[in-house]
DNA sequence: CTAGTTCCTTCAGCGACTGTAGGAGCAAGC
DNA sequence: GCTTGCTCCTACAGTCGCTGAAGGAACTAG
């Protein structure tokens, strides 16, 4: 198989060369062997460990826990709890988000519902942002 | 009315002191008037001034638009177009997130349903990461 | 007077990238 | 063989919204 280019990885991945070249920094890429002229190059089980990489981040897993996943599954005779603690982990916190950013939906969407479209000094959108005690939750 | 010192604004607005001086440097709160000793100095104004900040900031919008919002509850004669369009912005901004979370909670639910607790080996965790083609939604 | 707290400035760090400057290499067309 | 334009290299600064630390000065209470 012919060694894959650094741009080639990044079209093949999706992700940006730059952020290629961080991974490796990070440690969740290992170092690549380079070409004479010091090139990066490649080959398919880095797009696959790149991959994993990318998926993971779009569900939102932080770099810390893909160094964990990562290094789970070049183990796989080890139990899998601590994938899964890891991935209840993430729930937990996706769910936390979610009912923060529910709140604060509600709290502007009723911001703008009092809006009457007059002039500043009758806008209830300042005049909510100015006072806490319109708001329909206490903490946010 | 007695002037006021940093700290004690940060305790009646409930940011903290670092802060205070952050927002300060990016221009939403105004140089205070400083004492002989260089004590920054603040009054009545600045307390409302900055829970008007604190609390937008709790609600989620951005610095950029904070700066926007002061301007405008400094001008009452406007018309508050401006301040609609603000939070409509910001709304679909926080539709936007909460769709793409949800969408998040789905698919990392899924992932923890399928995990049977045996090796890694057959930890659906590990794999659903390792493919996409695994998951729910084409596009996180 | 002393100890403890508050305040000052300046600057580095967080997370996860992104972009830029300034250079070198390479592939294709003429 | 040369030029054009793309790709690649390193090193480092910038993004956002803070947060904390270092090192020093000043205020306050006992």
Sequence with gaps: MKPIAIGEL???TAVKVTTIRFYEERGLLPKPVRTDANRRTYGEADVRRLRFIRHARELGFEVEDIRTLLDLSAHPERPCDEADAVARKHLADIDDRLARLNGLRQEV???LDQCSGGPVRECRIIEVLA???ECLHDRH
Aim: glycine share 12%; no cysteine; proline share 0%.
């Design 131 to 133: 006072d806490h005690g």
């Design 10 to 12: 990044s079209r093949r």
């Design 109 to 111: 969407q009723a911001m």
